[in-house]
């Protein structure tokens, strides 16, 4: 019996993920020895999280690394996103401190779950294995179908988590038989070795391999609420708790986007011609129904998940860019997108009160006389998600634009522009109600310290990246 | 030799595969499912995955069994479950999809068809073996194999979180 | 290599044939003399005809959902098991790193109370 020689394990490379996953444990078990006061449990995580992003850069300036056989790699797109996870989920813990406070839940492992949520996130950046990918897909999933649900006294609440669970399972699905045919067809489940035996046309029996590309397309649709693949997508963003709803709204997205990115582009770019226009498809029909399916919308929160899913259409392009514009872009896209999202959130949770959210468009009328600077932030964000410069969301617009031009996709640019152009209709209707409607009824607002903190995050995030996008954008692409 | 044991196996697992989705109670569905697990471990065995075979049946047939049957009983549908209620504009959406569905399958094997395979490579005796399995979750694959723990561990408290009856 | 298999076969036929031939044994050689009361499955306690459709709590919902995860972790065992020797030290450490993962949950869900049943 010959003694197997042991593999070689680059703790650096995964420091992150080894931090997080720590603390992660160690929030979960000390939420079992406390009382009902969690605000350690706050401290705890925030801590964690800091650790982790700073960790991240333990390889120093010797990326990329590829480590564990070529499963994980260390690069500027994983750094990148691994900072926009770890921000966004101190945004969505802070954002939850007083929400939860007020709404009354008083789950300790709310914490630990966005927390294990991360550390499948950061795993899904930096995957270039099928199966992490997989792996990384179902934590965050799991995680996020668990929080959709927290509140468990709320039908609305047990109805997202129900929804979310049940498609996504089914998405889960098709993205695991995508992957089987992938590996089927190359017998390989390394990105790089995909690409590589797809480069030599070694590939046996192709069809089979384009299905599984199409399986992978519906599955990462579904993950990203692209359409056709949306449906969940209002339902959710309106039943799961608020602070909820702004990190499903970015993080795991940016995390789906990032593996459907690494999967696409590094994975099968030969085979780029198909996908490029099956995706080009779905980037067009989001933009669509999602722009058409906000204008119909009266609750601010359905609202923002069409609002959403018109962004997965401008977002898909930068994954269509796939060259390094295109992945410059998508991180820029999503770091400013997790800033506007965060900012909106905490104004709507500022809005509502106990027993009341407040989320119907009409309670915000008047909110520009009541409280201005309020409604002057809101106006702001609005306006950064249509695309209005000198905010951030215009630098994003212009930057995906500018990716897709370079390799030639005049026709989906004028699209998305277009489609910037209808999406003002539902934005300035928010900025309407606030200025130009009389209130209905006084404002009792919660004006809460850390809430108004994150507003003010996304404030400086969104004026900062719109005024000086510079030096991000050169992180982003250096 | 070995595809006289794959056809019969196959086609007893397609059947009941159709007895699960036709069958009138959920019970009976399920049923039908256990078998199925048996005859898809059977066809792992014929293709040298042995591990694969008796995880099928430990963890399908056995463990993920016992869970549908104590949702169907927590569900507790009684005579709903005889007709499934088709709404009139479901009905026109869902034969819309089926035939898009059976127009793009047809594509699909159209194409398919026209491909050649390989000579499938020769697999050696020990392929699927236990050991086998071993050596390569923990050597190639122990990143996975770790991370496959978080995974398990969210999992755990997300179960406690939803379904534990008091949490306060 | 499927004549490895000869012996599983020739198992399962045997038991097969066992379960099958007791079955007819009994109906063909055993006496028939029945009366009412013989045929009461139970001669006292409930009543024998209820509806099988009985709702169950979630309870149990509970109970099998962490029983399949430790089932999960369990088959994660069997490949250590049988290679634990030529393995060696990181062979031990990589379970063990596994188990601790998975004992954090098993004491989260014992101090939590997933494992009463009130």
Sequence with gaps: ??????????????????????????????????????????????????????????????????????????DRLSIFFTMIFCMSSALAILLAVEYNKREGIRVGEYYSLILFCTVGMIVLASAT??????????????????????????????????????????????????????????????????????????????????????????????????????????????GAPTPVTAFMAV?????????????????????????????SIVAVFSMFFGNLGAIMQTNIKRLLAFSSVSHVGYILIAVIAKDTLGSASLMFYMLSYAFMIFGIFGIIIILGRKGHENL???????????????????????????????????????????????????????????????????????IVFMYMKEPIGEFKISLTPITLFVVAVGIIGTLELGIFPGPIIFLAQY | MELLIFYPLAAFTVLLALGVVFNNSPIGSAV???????????????LHAHFLAVLQIIIYA???????????????????????????????????????????????????????????ADVPDTFGTTVAVGTSLFTEYVLPFEIASILLLAAMVGAVVLAKTKVD | MLEQYL???????????????????TTLLGPKRSFPDKDEPFEC??????????????????????????DIEAVFLFPWAVLYQRLGWFGLIEMIVFLLILGVGLMYVWVRGGLDWE
């Excluded at chain 1, 909110?367 to 410069?389: D, E, I, Q, R, Y």
């Design chain 1, 1 to 74: 019996m010959e003694p197997i020689t042991a593999p070689i394990i680059d703790f650096t490379s995964l420091a992150p993920v080894l931090v997080l996953s720590v603390f992660a444990m160690m929030v979960l078990l000390v939420d079992l020895f406390i009382g009902r006061n969690k605000s350690v449990l706050v401290f705890i995580s925030l801590v964690g999280l800091l650790c982790a992003a700073v960790s991240a850069f333990a390889k120093g300036t010797e990326i990329p690394v590829s480590s564990f056989n070529g499963a994980y790699i260390v």
């Design chain 1, 129 to 238: 294995d099928l199966i992490m990918i997989f792996l990384g897909i179902e934590i965050v999933s799991i995680c996020l179908y668990v929080l959709a649900g927290i509140r468990r006294t709320d039908p609305k609440s047990n109805e997202a988590a129900l929804k979310y669970f049940l498609l996504g399972a089914f998405a889960t699905g098709f993205l695991l038989y995508g992957m089987t045919l992938l590996y089927g067809t190359t017998g390989s489940v390394k990105l790089a070795t995909i690409a590589q035996l797809l480069n030599s046309g070694e590939v046996l029996a192709q069809p089979l391999m384009l299905l599984g590309v199409v399986l992978l397309v519906i599955g990462f649709g579904f993950k990203v609420a692209a359409v056709p693949f949306h449906m969940w997508a209002p339902d959710v963003y309106q």
């Design chain 1, 251 to 279: 993080g795991p997205k940016a995390a789906a986007f990032a593996a459907f990115y690494r999967l696409f582009a590094e994975g099968i770019p030969e085979l780029a011609p198909t996908w490029q226009m099956t995706l």
């Design chain 1, 360 to 430: 119907e468009l009409e309670h915000y009328s008047g909110l520009g006389f009541k409280h201005p600077l309020l409604a002057l932030c809101m106006t702001m964000f609005m306006l950064s998600l249509g695309g209005m410069p000198p905010l951030a969301g215009f630098v994003a617009k212009f930057y995906i634009f500018q990716a897709a031009l370079n390799e030639g996709f005049l026709w989906l640019v004028i699209i998305a522009v277009l489609n910037s152009a209808i999406s003002f209709y539902y934005y300035l209707k928010v």
């Design chain 2, 32 to 46: 039908s499912l256990i078998a199925m697990m048996l005859g898809l471990s059977g066809i792992f065995i014929v």
């Design chain 2, 62 to 120: 056995g463990a993920i069994m016992v869970l549908f049957m104590f949702v169907i009983m927590l569900l507790n549908l009684k005579g709903d479950d005889k007709a499934w209620k088709i709404r009139e504009r479901n009905l026109y959406l869902s034969i819309m999809t089926g035939v898009m569905v059976l127009l793009a399958l047809y594509k699909m094997i159209d194409k398919v068809l026209d491909t050649t395979f390989g000579e499938g």
């Design chain 3, 7 to 25: 012996g599983v076969a020739i198992l399962m036929a045997i038991s097969c044939a066992i379960a099958i031939g007791m079955v007819t044994a």
């Design chain 3, 45 to 70: 306690g409930e009543s024998q005809i209820v509806s099988p459709y009985q709702r169950f709590s979630v309870k149990f919902y509970l109970v099998a959902v962490l029983f399949i995860l430790f």
